[in-house]
């Protein structure tokens, strides 16, 4: 596909086009990036690319890892070191270079032809340049822009999945390390009851089934320790892994307890509205639909007429005159008129159409039970706290009570000891799942729970 190209004067129109061309960005698109996932992380993305911001980086880190970790301060250290996410960072310089590319002219054809037969030489020389790819170029720079703008918006939501996960790792492992002390209180008590019932047994004063009772308690109870001191390093290596840390980093500190509860139980109006206009995922859905549209046009446009060749020529040999002037190549459609490939493109409009409907469908559904969740898990958080903590305080009061008036015996003390552990590590369980659905809402909706919708349009006034 070429088209003739004189040597000494370019066409106004092309030298207008040539001027318009895109180029590369300082950052790749990054500074897009980092507007669109704001809102929803609640903190500006930040990314390293020279050496000196790569060594404040960091620096930060390890200023962050000397005191106890916070949520916020894990979502910081996992942007700034996880690695997954830097290398979803660089398919952002490979989406705008194909965006570059694609509004670049075709560069021009040069062709150069000597030949000798006995004391003739013939030269033939021929510029040339590309006629279709001119034609479609402004059609073709405005599908790679949008396919770049489609990058942007994924990599802004795989910002905000690696905080979703990573704040999940947190909420894990705060509860997993706190589970085990009281765990640990669980054990020293069926410990204590188990060596006084066998000095008991030993003296005659207690007898061989409820010696093997309280032997039952503490084995059960070492086996239960062991589980939570595993499950434990498997949560923090979790979250080791997602905060992109060596080992000689993972001496970090974590809080003694989860954060408190809200007051009050959130509610939600609209959420599915709300994750209509919020969620990056159909944004990008909806412009790649777009996107196939157009190309799809483009294909039907040059189906029958793919190949065509217009070259200006120049040719000399000694003894005859100079020869100029023009060669047409026209590819004849005898066998391929183009419809496997406008079907190809129909067909791949079409899925992503389909997988645009899904993930709307999805994100709907996803909403509803996250907001159930969410709501449930708060309420049964509040019930530990409020009801079930109290109550078996109490009841570990009175039987504190009995017990110096000589009216309840040791054994039943420490047996609600144990039972109290247990509670209290149920609601542990509880604010770490309030948590984690918290987290799960945010990640449904595309942004925080109590937060005024913003929508990638407006996060992204330019709409590249």
């Not at 911001?53 to 301060?73: F, G, I, Y």
């Not at 405005?142 to 704040?167: M, S």
Request: hydrophobic share 45%.
């Amino acid at each position: 596909m070429f088209i003739f190209l004189r040597r000494r004067v370019l066409p106004a129109a092309l030298l207008a086009v040539l001027a318009g061309c895109a180029s590369l960005s300082p950052d790749q698109g990054f500074g897009e990036v980092a507007v669109l996932a704001k809102p929803g992380l609640g903190q500006t993305p930040p990314r390293a690319r020279t050496d000196e911001e790569r060594a404040a980086s960091r620096q930060m880190v390890q200023q962050l890892l000397q005191k106890p970790l916070s949520v916020d301060a894990a979502v910081q250290i996992a942007l700034l070191n996880n690695r997954g996410l830097q290398a979803d960072y660089e398919a952002l310089g490979i989406a705008e270079a194909s965006w570059v590319q694609a509004s670049r002219l075709p560069n021009p054809g040069f062709s150069f032809g000597r030949t000798r037969s006995g004391d003739d030489i013939k030269i033939d020389r021929s510029f040339s340049m590309a006629v279709m790819g001119l034609l479609t170029l402004p059609v073709t720079a405005r599908i790679e822009a949008r396919q770049f703008q489609v990058g942007k918006l994924n990599t802004a939501n795989r910002i905000l999945q690696v905080a979703a996960d990573t704040r999940n790792a947190y909420y894990r492992s705060v509860a997993a390390s706190q589970s085990v002390r009281y765990q640990e209180q669980v054990e020293s008590a069926a410990a204590a009851s188990s060596e006084l019932a066998g000095k008991m047994a030993q003296a005659g004063n207690f007898n061989q089934l409820e010696l093997a009772r309280e032997q039952a308690f503490h084995a059960d109870a070492v086996t239960q320790l062991a589980r939570s001191r595993q499950l434990a390093v498997a949560a923090r290596e979790q979250l080791i892994r997602l905060l992109g840390l060596s080992s000689e980093q993972s001496g970090f500190t974590l809080p003694q307890q989860l954060p408190e509860l809200p007051k009050q139980r959130p509610s939600l109006q609209d959420s599915e509205q709300l994750a209509m206009a919020q969620r990056l995922d159909i944004t990008a859905a909806k412009l790649e639909v777009d996107g196939l549209q157009q190309s799809l046009g483009l294909n039907r446009a040059t189906r029958f007429i793919n190949v065509l060749e217009l070259a200006y020529l120049h040719n000399s040999e000694p003894g005859a005159s100079r020869e100029t002037g023009y060669q047409v190549s026209l590819e004849i459609p005898l066998f391929d008129w183009g419809g496997a490939r406008v079907a190809k493109s129909e067909a791949i409009y079409m899925q992503a159409a389909h997988r645009l409907a899904e993930t709307a469908l999805n994100a709907q559904s996803q909403v509803r039970v996250s907001y159930a969740d969410y709501q449930s898990a708060y309420d049964l958080a509040r019930h530990y706290r409020d009801q079930v903590l109290p109550l078996r305080k109490r009841v570990s009061d009175e039987y504190l009570l009995r017990y110096n008036g000589m009216l309840s015996s040791v054994f039943e003390l420490l047996a609600d000891a144990r039972e109290q552990a247990n509670a209290v590590n149920a609601a542990i369980d509880a604010e770490r799942d309030f948590w984690m659905a918290d987290n799960a809402m945010q990640l449904a909706l595309g942004g925080p729970v109590n937060q005024p919708p913003q929508t990638a349009a407006s996060a992204n006034p330019q709409g590249k």
